[in-house]
């Protein structure tokens, strides 16, 4: 969660870095592996408390840390500095803000207007060897490294030599700023790129592990936090990055919170294999702990299934009677899948009542609401969403 200046931090150069703290009580996913023996470490974003905080990351299970500390110096590719572990890691970047609009006096097809908008330290290149170098140093014991890249979150920002891979390649209409962050000459050969540049870091990591002789004992999962963005001159019409889905990140619709996520494990996990197991985020604790072998330190009033189960292809996967997720910003909003049934209700904080009903074995681009044909489906959705939450001082839909 992004803050203001007086919470948790903002925009201006030099505001408190970070957003709302994780509560020092708080039980992580590396500090149950650090009791099983594993180093952790992370290398990327951490929204989760700034440096002087309960949350920062050496305070919630992680043996090393590096990268940025706060939500929103993330939106800069090019930063004045990194944390590397409760250290200030300065870099040889100049400051620029990550939100401007190209001056209207300037020529928005000349390359060289954009130039005020790098730097000389791409972050995610920092963050890439930081987890390569870990990995080595822990190659003979056990780890878990956790890489939450920005890449490719906005500011469209990348190096030239993965830029020059697109330039040319698609349709392009300078992007000046006009949906926050930075400008950019060719924004659809920088989305590009920087989806490509991210694949090399991936690749890079998966070649370390096959050298050292790793990759058969090592689980590894790529995912994303949410589906794909509307502003900064991203463009996910054209690429059609949510496919036959409904919304972008932001929205309760499947668009918006139905992510892909990729497990390898060699000689357990099925080459090519794919599920239609229903899971979320909250099952990532239950799923690595069952799958290390651990018996006694899960928390037991977690919401968590382990999906171990299907990685493995066995068949007694437990299934959740359902999911529920909530967000915010624009008036708040509720959503709950249960089974094909996927339950819609916004503008929560101004009081609506109303939700939207959609069979996603039939609908899954949930485009006809059938909320008048189950009202029984539509009431047990409706309980869902009133119980299923816990009310919180700082995520009430804006409630008084």
């Not at 987890?131 to 500011?155: K, S």
């Not at 963005?229 to 668009?255: H, I, Q, W």
């Not at 059938?370 to 539509?378: A, F």
Request: one cysteine or more; proline letters at 7%.
């Amino acid at each position: 969660m992004c803050g203001t200046i007086k919470k948790w931090g903002g925009w201006e150069r030099g505001a408190r870095e970070g957003q709302l703290p994780l509560p020092a009580e708080t039980i992580t996913l590396p500090m149950l592996l650090q009791m099983e023996g594993y180093r952790t470490a992370a290398m990327g974003k951490w929204g989760l408390g700034g440096p002087d905080s309960t949350g920062q990351p050496n305070k919630q299970g992680f043996n090393q840390w590096f990268g940025y500390l706060c939500q929103r110096i993330a939106h800069n590719y090019y930063p004045e500095h990194l944390w590397k572990n409760q250290t200030k890691y300065p870099l040889k970047n100049k400051y620029f803000s990550a939100h401007q609009k190209f001056p209207p006096s300037k020529d928005p097809n000349d390359p060289a207007n954009y130039e005020s908008y790098t730097g000389v330290e791409y972050a995610p290149d920092l963050m890439t060897e930081e987890a390569l170098a870990f990995i080595r140093a822990n190659r003979n014991r056990p780890f878990f490294l956790y890489l939450p890249y920005t890449i490719p979150h906005v500011a469209l920002q990348v190096p030239q030599d993965s830029l020059k891979e697109y330039e040319g390649t698609f349709p392009e209409i300078p992007y000046l700023g006009e949906k926050g962050y930075l400008p950019h000459r060719a924004p659809r050969a920088a989305y590009a790129a920087m989806v490509s540049r991210m694949d090399g870091y991936v690749g890079r990591i998966m070649t370390l592990l096959k050298e050292l002789q790793l990759d058969d004992d090592t689980l590894v999962f790529f995912s994303s936090d949410n589906g794909p963005t509307f502003n900064g001159g991203s463009d996910s019409a054209f690429f059609e990055s949510a496919g036959p889905l409904r919304g972008l990140k932001g929205s309760v619709y499947e668009g918006g919170i139905r992510v892909p996520m990729i497990a390898r494990w060699p000689g357990r996990i099925k080459a090519g294999s794919t599920t239609d197991h229903v899971s979320a985020f909250w099952d990532v604790m239950s799923t690595v702990m069952e799958a290390i072998g651990s018996k006694n330190v899960v928390p037991k009033n977690i919401d968590g299934i382990s999906f171990l189960p299907t990685l493995l292809g066995k068949g007694n996967q437990c299934q959740h009677d359902y999911l529920y997720w909530e967000y915010h910003s624009g008036g708040g909003r509720q959503a709950v899948r249960m089974g094909d049934w996927k339950g819609v209700r916004l503008q929560v904080g101004k009081g609506n009542r109303k939700i939207e009903l959609y069979n996603l074995k039939k609908d899954i681009g949930e485009t006809t609401d059938v909320v008048d044909k189950y009202p029984e489906i539509t009431a047990r959705i409706d309980q869902i969403m009133e119980t299923a939450r816990t009310e919180s001082e700082h995520f009430n839909f804006g409630r008084k």
